[in-house]
């Protein structure tokens, strides 16, 4: 099976725009959560889509949405992007909802000038 | 809000010798998974633990769940240069809404 793969790989924004990351997950896997990473601040949980849904969300403000497709793809999206959005983004996909094995995508490494 | 520390944050080993890391949270978690990060390369996952006093074993790694639910540690016998990483560990907290990692341990192998 192919594994995750997320679009583009890199990307160079400047502050105050938008910007929009892609996720394919492994198929037949219907959950997609999204990760940001830093060095400061490590690895954090945005959100996780199931079936099209948003079942949980971490803390992050408003400006970091996504969605989910019907072919369990998933987009995220940050709107006016800051300096501090600068970060590895990081998708997994897995199974189904609960808490079992997560397959992460190589990332999106976002930088914002 | 939840925080899962790992310690040490760095580690540097003679390849052959042992390694280990701690994973503490500050609440209960329902299960914990073990990831490794290679420098460059994204979470790859471990293993998971789930019930209270849990131990599970992978070849050179040991992998324990402490018995509150609260901690665990990875340990790694006769480290070799291919465990170079971050290990992370992770786990949901009680409301099962989000999903913590921890801070992580960078393991370097020296040859």
């Known amino acids: 099976k192919a594994g995750v793969t997320q679009t583009p790989r890199y990307l160079i924004k400047t502050r105050g725009q938008q910007v929009t990351l892609s996720c394919s997950p492994i198929?037949?896997?219907?959950?997609v959560s999204w990760y940001q990473q830093t060095p400061g601040q490590g690895l954090q949980f945005l959100f996780e889509y199931f079936s099209e849904t948003q079942r949980n969300k971490g803390n992050f403000p408003g400006r970091f949405s996504g969605r989910q497709f019907s072919n369990s793809r998933s987009e995220m999206n940050v709107s006016t992007l800051e300096l501090g959005d600068s970060a590895l983004y990081l998708c997994?996909?897995?199974?189904?909802?609960?808490?079992?094995?997560?397959?992460f995508g190589p990332g999106t490494r976002l930088t914002v000038l | 809000g939840q925080q899962v520390m790992q310690i040490p944050q760095y580690q540097h080993v003679q390849e052959g010798e042992d390694f280990t890391t701690y994973c503490n949270s500050s609440?209960?978690?329902?299960?914990i998974q073990w990831y490794k990060q290679r420098p460059g390369g994204h979470p790859v996952f471990l293993i998971q633990?789930?019930?209270?006093?849990e131990v599970k074993k992978q070849k050179r790694l040991t992998f324990q769940f402490g018995e509150a639910k609260k901690n665990s540690s990875l340990h790694i016998t006769a480290t070799q240069t291919t465990d170079v990483g971050t290990y992370f560990c992770a786990g949901p907290d009680f409301t099962g809404n989000q999903f913590y990692f921890g801070t992580g341990t960078s393991l370097t192998v020296i040859p």
């Open positions: 198929s037949g896997h219907r959950s």
């Open positions: 997994a996909s897995k199974i189904a909802g609960g808490y079992n094995e997560q397959f």
């Open positions: 609440t209960t978690l329902s299960n």
């Open positions: 633990l789930v019930k209270s006093g």
